[in-house]
């Protein structure tokens, strides 16, 4: 099993930044997909970015130019760096991580393995 645990969420005002975290622990994998998804109240839970083993990464349109998503193999731990939040912003950000590599990475279903999420607010 995989265990995953976001950290870093909370309130911030527009234009201000956060960096979220997810660290993983458990049974690891050497080839991975990675990623953090967010749910907004009444909303469905959507894609924000992606990374794999190799680095290789994406990202939803809306949040393009202004997160950025890494990754720290030594540490087993993911980050998502948002710059320029905006209050559309607010959500539970949940990370997700699968060991087979030619999932659609953008669908929830995708995923084995998700963390409880962390509350992002971003005030206007």
């Known amino acids: 099993q995989v265990q995953l645990v976001e950290s870093g969420g909370g309130l911030v005002q527009a234009g201000d930044s956060l960096r979220l975290s997810c660290a993983a622990s458990?049974?690891?994998?050497?080839?991975?997909?990675m990623a953090w998804f967010r749910q907004a109240p009444g909303k469905e839970r959507e894609f924000v970015a992606t990374?794999?083993?190799?680095?290789?990464?994406s990202y939803a349109a809306s949040v393009k130019g202004r997160f950025t998503i890494s990754n720290d193999n030594g540490k087993n731990t993911m980050y998502l760096q948002m710059n320029s939040l905006k209050p559309e912003d607010t959500a539970v950000y949940y990370c997700?991580?699968?060991?087979?590599?030619?999932?659609?990475?953008?669908?929830?279903?995708?995923?084995?393995?998700w963390g409880q999420g962390t509350q992002v607010t971003v005030s206007s």
């Open positions: 997700a991580a699968t060991p087979i590599l030619s999932t659609i990475r953008t669908l929830p279903r995708s995923y084995n393995y």
């Open positions: 458990g049974r690891t994998f050497s080839r991975y997909v």
């Open positions: 990374i794999d083993w190799s680095g290789s990464t």
